[in-house]
């Protein structure tokens, strides 16, 4: 019933910056709380942020507070993820994620139920 588009990764170098969209189809984006995850080559998949279906919470991993931020248009379908001062270690293929209606956003990719098919990041150093 919902499908995730991620674009807007690329290739940059070390303290550059980055800003991914995903954009969500159906009518009911808006009650759906949204999710950031990536995951590097041969590690596991983890959190990166998260986005309560208002708008007003927002979550972090602690490996991007401070540099990453999370935000949504509900009028458009579209929830961003701004990354600046990027680092080596960011270089992963990033995730857009969506929760069932209205359920609380969460750290734990078992609580999302619609999954993009991903964009690369790679960070130079």
């Known amino acids: 019933q919902v499908q995730l588009v991620e674009s807007g990764g690329g290739l940059v170098q070390a303290g550059g910056s980055l800003r991914l969209s995903c954009a969500a189809s159906?009518?009911?984006?808006?009650?759906?709380?949204m999710g950031w995850f990536r995951q590097a080559p041969g590690k596991e998949r983890e959190f990166v942020a998260a986005?309560?279906?208002?708008?007003?919470?927002?979550s972090y991993a602690d490996s991007v507070k401070g540099r990453f931020t999370i935000s949504r248009d509900n009028a458009k379908n579209t929830v961003y993820l701004q990354m600046n001062s990027l680092k080596p270690e960011d270089t992963a293929i990033y995730y857009c994620?969506?929760?069932?209606?209205?359920?609380?956003?969460?750290?734990?990719?078992?609580?999302?139920?619609?999954w993009g098919q991903g964009t690369q990041v790679t960070v130079s150093s």
């Open positions: 994620a969506a929760t069932g209606p209205f359920k609380y956003y969460s750290s734990r990719a078992g609580e999302y139920d619609y």
């Open positions: 159906g009518r009911t984006f808006s009650n759906y709380a």
């Open positions: 986005i309560s279906w208002s708008g007003g919470r927002t």
